[in-house]
């Protein structure tokens, strides 16, 4: 299986900083990688997809980047909805597996 | 829009069978894996498996040997079964999507079922 390593694990900011997230693959897996942020007893959410395409609806304060094994959420300017939990996951071949996931919480 | 919406039992015991099914509305059937994520308490997501409209099955290896999906394209509906649980299925069950990207030829889980908790005590 393909393991999804992110880091940190847990992060804390202030409103209006800028984050970053990195998500490590064990392979090589191109650009097929996508992100979701999950908030405490909701649903995932999917922010971005194929590594750098904002989902539609999502704030572009979102950004993703990378491509091969390393890759990278970005959020701009922190707002207080932002402050959740995110996850890498990959859909290079299954099984389709998670980032352990990365919980990001108001300094 | 096409929306999940599931429902299953949320109490067993252990050695019991899991049964979820997830009704999609609004939208197509054909075309699409779907899919089974679970969450353990406290956990990240463990993806299940998936099947498509036609039935094709994939499953997690971790989990093969207990998990079965079927799908019911008349109801546009989808089914979990997990035999033999244990406290270690204890989690919150999401059906979801693989959404196809023809162009990027990749996929991604949106949208997403409101999840089922499901626990196993004896």
């Known amino acids: 299986d393909i393991q999804m390593t992110q880091s940190p694990s847990s992060l804390s900011a202030s409103v209006g900083d800028r984050v970053t997230i990195t998500c490590r693959a064990s392979?090589?897996?191109?650009?097929?990688v996508n992100w979701y942020q999950q908030k405490p007893g909701k649903v995932p959410k999917l922010l971005i997809y194929?590594?750098?395409n904002v989902h539609s609806g999502v704030s572009s304060r979102f950004r993703g980047s990378g491509s091969g094994t390393d890759f990278i959420l970005t959020i701009d300017s922190l707002q207080p909805e932002d402050f959740a939990t995110y996850y890498c996951?990959?859909?290079?071949?299954?099984?389709?597996?998670f980032g352990q996931g990365t919980h990001l919480e108001i300094k | 829009q096409v929306q999940l919406q599931q429902w299953g039992a949320g109490l067993l015991k252990p050695s019991e069978t899991l049964s979820l099914t997830c009704g999609v509305y609004?939208?197509?059937?054909?075309?699409?894996?779907w899919t089974w994520i679970r969450q353990p308490p406290g956990k990240g997501l463990e993806w299940i498996g998936e099947?498509?409209?036609?039935?094709?099955?994939n499953y997690n290896p971790s989990l093969k040997n207990r998990v079965t999906m079927s799908v019911d394209t008349s109801r546009e509906q989808f089914s979990l079964e997990l035999a033999s649980v244990t406290a270690a299925d204890t989690a919150v069950y999401y059906c979801?999507?693989?959404?196809?990207?023809?162009?990027?030829?990749?996929?991604?889980?949106?949208?997403w079922g409101q999840g089922t908790q499901v626990t196993v005590s004896s």
């Open positions: 996951q990959h859909s290079y071949l299954s099984p389709y597996t």
């Open positions: 392979q090589n897996i191109g650009s097929y």
């Open positions: 979801t999507r693989a959404d196809w990207n023809s162009r990027l030829r990749q996929s991604w889980f949106d949208p």
């Open positions: 099947i498509n409209h036609s039935g094709g099955t």
């Open positions: 609004g939208g197509s059937f054909s075309g699409y894996r």
């Open positions: 194929a590594a750098s």
